[in-house]
């Protein structure tokens, strides 16, 4: 069992910056892949960011490449999503995820945050 706790969420204008932290419980943190999602106001959840459980390997969704750099600290049962260049566009919940298998599918994932709100005022 993980339990996740996402936070450093908050307002920003566009064009700034918000660094994200996923805190994990346990001692098994570093057998997971990470993930980081997004839920847009009326919108579906979609992927955001992915790590392997190394941290050597990490894939991004088109629309975040070269803004967004996920990374993690399994020293410190941590992930983070560092989020530059930010538009309003971006505005959403953002979840973590943990899970066995990863990648950019919900369904790779078993556990989850429980979000927290990023508003990008323009």
């Known amino acids: 069992q993980v339990q996740l706790v996402e936070s450093g969420g908050g307002l920003v204008q566009a064009g700034g910056s918000l660094r994200l932290s996923c805190a994990a419980s346990?001692?098994?943190?570093?057998?997971?892949?990470m993930g980081w999602f997004r839920q847009a106001p009326g919108k579906a959840r979609e992927f955001v960011a992915t790590?392997?459980?190394?941290?050597?390997?990490?894939y991004y969704a088109d629309s975040v490449k070269g803004r967004f750099t996920i990374s993690r600290d399994n020293a410190k049962n941590t992930a983070y999503l560092q989020m530059n260049s930010l538009k309003p566009e971006d505005t959403a919940v953002y979840y973590c995820a943990a899970g066995n298998l990863g990648s950019y599918l919900e369904r790779n994932y078993d556990y989850w945050g429980q979000g927290t709100r990023v508003t990008v005022s323009s």
């Open positions: 790590i392997s459980r190394s941290g050597g390997s990490t």
């Open positions: 346990g001692r098994t943190f570093s057998r997971y892949a």
